[in-house]
Structures are given as structure tokens and as C-alpha cells.
């Protein structure tokens, strides 16, 4: 993603992305559905090397993680040290709301014994 325009005012990709960051992390859909309309890549990930999905799910913002999956969000992108979002939703979720980051057909890996 290049600089983009917004009503007349260029912003840059890296202030675009940290926005999408900070929106994940918030849980604030309005705000994330915005810049991935605008353009910002649902694979876009932190310094840290976390994706907005990991964050939606860290966070426990369900409704962030639907909007990320429905948007092209990949589950199984890792983050920097190797997790992804589908191995931590059972954790970051919880219960009923961890089928939601888990496709269907895919199983979470389970611990080991």
C-alpha cells in the first residue's frame, strides 16, 4: 500500500496501518472496516510482527475478528515468534467464540501432553 489520499489530505501507509493497529487492539469495527475499505491490507502487521487479527484476538474483540475473517483475514499467518491467530483463539477467545477464528474444517493444535 502506497500513501493514500483522505479528503484531500495524504497520509502515509505506516500511519494507516498503525491506525488499523490501534483499531484492532480497540476492537473498534468502524474505524478497521474504514481502512480495510480504503485499502489497508488485512495482513498488515505491528513493529512487533503482530497481525491485526492476533490483536482482535488478544484483545477479545469478536466482533473485530468477524469482520478481519469476513475481510480475508488469514488465520494461520504468523506473527513474529511463529503463533497465529488460529493456534491462540481457543486461548485469546475462549469457548464458543474461538469456532469463530477457527475455519471450518482446521483444528487448532492441541497442547502438548
Same mark, same amino acid.
Given at each position: 500500500?502506497? =500513501?493514500?489520499?483522505?479528503? @484531500?489530505?495524504?497520509?502515509?501507509?505506516?500511519?494507516?496501518?498503525?491506525?488499523?493497529?490501534?483499531?484492532?487492539?480497540?476492537?473498534?469495527?468502524?474505524?478497521?472496516?474504514?481502512?480495510?475499505?480504503?485499502?489497508?491490507?488485512?495482513?498488515?502487521?505491528?513493529?512487533? @510482527?503482530?497481525?491485526?487479527?492476533?490483536?482482535?484476538?488478544?484483545? @477479545?474483540?469478536?466482533?473485530?475478528?468477524?469482520?478481519?475473517? =469476513?475481510?480475508?483475514?488469514?488465520?494461520?499467518?504468523?506473527?513474529?515468534?511463529?503463533?497465529?491467530?488460529?493456534?491462540?483463539?481457543?486461548?485469546?477467545? @475462549?469457548?464458543?467464540?474461538?469456532?469463530?477464528?477457527?475455519?471450518?474444517?482446521?483444528?487448532?493444535?492441541?497442547?502438548?501432553?
Amino acid at each position: 500500500m502506497s =500513501d493514500t489520499a483522505v479528503h @484531500g489530505v495524504v497520509v502515509d501507509a505506516a500511519s494507516l496501518s498503525a491506525l488499523a493497529a490501534e483499531a484492532a487492539r480497540a476492537g473498534d469495527c468502524e474505524t478497521l472496516s474504514r481502512l480495510v475499505a480504503a485499502g489497508v491490507p488485512v495482513s498488515t502487521v505491528t513493529p512487533r @510482527g503482530d497481525s491485526l487479527l492476533m490483536l482482535a484476538c488478544y484483545y @477479545g474483540h469478536i466482533d473485530a475478528v468477524r469482520l478481519l475473517l =469476513d475481510a480475508g483475514a488469514e488465520p494461520d499467518q504468523p506473527d513474529a515468534k511463529g503463533q497465529t491467530a488460529l493456534a491462540g483463539a481457543p486461548l485469546l477467545l @475462549g469457548g464458543e467464540d474461538a469456532r469463530i477464528a477457527t475455519p471450518a474444517g482446521s483444528r487448532p493444535p492441541l497442547p502438548p501432553e
